[in-house]
């Protein structure tokens, strides 16, 4: 099976001498979410941003989508993901269903019934509200209902689980291990529960490389705390 994204060879600065990623590789298959942990400042929310283009300082040997090069800012590619990224709120001063109508008119998409997502995030007060007024939490779920409602190939989230309650936490797993009907999820986190209840896969990035969990070490073990204790 051809992977669906593949990324060979990634090296990543901010300065030059110091590479925060250093010749990474790895792969997403189609329909599957994967799940990335790394301590803090291990380079997940870098690498996020060289996918989605908003990082420019890489080399890479290659980036491939369905087998064929891409260039991460080429608006064929670009129209086929969506990020969530932690901690930033664009477009504040637009209410979630502006934001919603302005994405799915960029992404040339009629806009779905919501009313699941919105009930499953308990965002049925705040639809109306301009996203800067909104709590920290509330402003993470208008990207999230966002990104599950346009159900992109490739979807990328930084951190999903900062900021919610623990209602929709729940919520948003389900989304994540139903995503794959709908394509790949690849997502960063610290909470370890929510790699190790949701994704088929865990890859770790430590010392600027990827590296897989292997599946029965964690699956069958049950523990995940006690297999990265040996990693
Ligand atoms: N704008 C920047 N300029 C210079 N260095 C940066 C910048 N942003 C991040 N870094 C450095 O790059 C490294 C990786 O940071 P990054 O935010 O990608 O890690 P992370 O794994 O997402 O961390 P965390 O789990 O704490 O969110 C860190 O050493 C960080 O200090």
New binding site residues.
Partial sequence: MKAEFSVKGLTAW?VKEKP?LQNLTFQLQEHEAVGMI??????????LNCLCGLHDRFQAEHIQWEGEDISLRNPAFMSRRYAVFDGEAPFGYFTFREYLAYVFGTYKRQVPDIETLVQGFSFEKYEDVLIKELSTGNKKKVYLITAFALRPELLFLD?PVNGLDFQSTEFLYTQIKEYKEHGTVFF?S?VLESVSLTADRILL?KNGSMEELKDREWKENGDIREVLRHV
């Fill in positions: 901010y925060v790394g301590l803090n400042g291990a380079g997940k929310t870098t690498l951190e960063s610290h990035l």
